[in-house]
Nanobody
Framework: QVQLVESGGGLVQSGGSLRLSCAVS????????MGWYRQAPGKQRELVAA???????NYADSVKGRFTISKDNVKNTVYLQMNSLKPEDTAVYYC?????????????WGQGTQVTVSS
């Protein structure tokens, strides 16, 4: 079973920065499309940023220019650098991995890490 373990969340003041990390178990990391999602209280989970196994990254409009997703295929880790944080970025952030192989879609989630931005 693939495991995703997030870290790096916490409390930060508005305008501050945090870097989230997601370590992925197993040997197939380079094949995964990776994403960061977030869910604020009372709201639906939304995609924040994604990085495919090959290709370009994409971002939610609300974080463009402030957040950067990247990955290290040697460390099996995906990162989310968050700058210029705003109170509306407060949410639980989840790491997601998707692989499509042999016509089957496999999806995995981390347990989430809380990010709180104070005004």
């Amino acid at each position: 079973q693939v495991q995703l373990v997030e870290s790096g969340g916490g409390l930060v003041q508005s305008g501050g920065s945090l870097r989230l990390s997601c370590a992925v178990s197993g040997s197939r990391f380079s094949r995964y499309a990776m994403g960061w999602y977030r869910q604020a209280p009372g709201k639906q989970r939304e995609l924040v940023a994604a990085i495919p196994s090959v290709g370009n990254t994409n971002y939610a409009d609300s974080v463009k220019g402030r957040f950067t997703i990247s990955k290290d295929n040697v460390k099996n880790t995906v990162y989310l650098q968050m700058n210029s944080l705003k109170p509306e970025d407060t949410a639980v952030y989840y790491c997601n991995a998707v692989e499509v192989a042999a016509g089957m879609r496999h999806e995995y989630w981390g347990q989430g890490t809380q990010v709180t931005v104070s005004s």
